[in-house]
T-cell receptor, first 112, second 114 residues
Framework: EAGVAQSPRYKIIEKRQSVAFWCNPI?????LYWYQQILGQGPKLLIQFQNNGVVDDSQLPKDRFSAERLKGVDSTLKIQPAKLEDSAVYLC??????????FGEGSWLTVV | AQSVTQLDSHVSVSEGTPVLLRCNYSSSYSPSLFWYVQHPNKGLQLLLK??????LVKGINGFEAEFKKSETSFHLTKPSAHMSDAAEYFC????????????FGTGTKLQVIP
């Protein structure tokens, strides 16, 4: 089966600019997660969707981050305006058979 | 509530010697447990998973892990380390019910000395 697709893979922006990341999950996977992984740390959950509904967004900095999952398939994560501390890898993951979590390759963001 | 504790932030072994990466968890449900590996500047790759079947789980690249409910542990082992095993390893717990929350450990960086 095709994996979780993410784009863009790499992005460099200046602080206060905006950026959007896109995730295309594995077909049929209802649960979708966005994680932020800062260099040298483990992934931190930003938001979890069940179909197109938000299950957990308690750690999403809502003043600058937003995410949506229209029609319960693709998802986008937006940052506006970006700060230097947002430099990280943004990982999209979906839950499949036997509760296995499948990760995309990640979108690497550098804010300068 | 669920949590994962990786007991060592760094582990260093010589090539050809055994690897042991320790993980303890807590969960309100009967959890699914996973080990993922992340090589530098790469994504997360699934090594192995426990989902309530056999307690001794074999994964890719010669890794295996044993689920011990009485000790709430899921330690990762490999009989003989290879240079290519040098990477960061994450223990992950996932609740199958409820909100299906997924929690990561803080990671263990494995160094393999030639």
């Amino acid at each position: 089966e095709a994996g979780v697709a993410q784009s863009p893979r790499y992005k460099i922006i200046e602080k206060r600019q905006s950026v959007a990341f896109w995730c295309n999950p594995i077909s049929g996977h209802a649960t979708l997660y966005w994680y932020q992984q800062i260099l040298g740390q483990g992934p931190k959950l930003l938001i979890q969707f069940q179909n197109n509904g938000v299950v957990d967004d308690s750690q999403l900095p809502k003043d600058r981050f937003s995410a949506e999952r229209l029609k319960g398939v693709d998802s986008t994560l937006k940052i506006q305006p970006a700060k230097l501390e947002d430099s990280a890898v943004y990982l999209c993951a979906t839950r499949g058979w036997e509760n296995t979590i499948y990760f995309g390759e990640g979108s690497w963001l550098t804010v300068v | 509530a669920q949590s994962v504790t990786q007991l060592d932030s760094h582990v260093s072994v010589s090539e050809g010697t055994p690897v042991l990466l320790r993980c303890n968890y807590s969960s309100s449900y009967s959890p699914s447990l996973f080990w993922y590996v992340q090589h530098p500047n790469k994504g997360l790759q699934l090594l192995l998973k426990y989902t309530s079947a056999a307690t001794l789980v074999k994964g890719i690249n010669g890794f295996e892990a044993e689920f011990k409910k009485s000790e709430t542990s899921f330690h990762l082992t490999k009989p003989s380390a290879h240079m290519s095993d040098a990477a960061e390893y994450f223990c992950v717990v996932s609740d199958p019910g409820g909100y299906q929350k997924v929690t990561f450990g803080t990671g263990t960086k494995l160094q393999v000395i030639p």
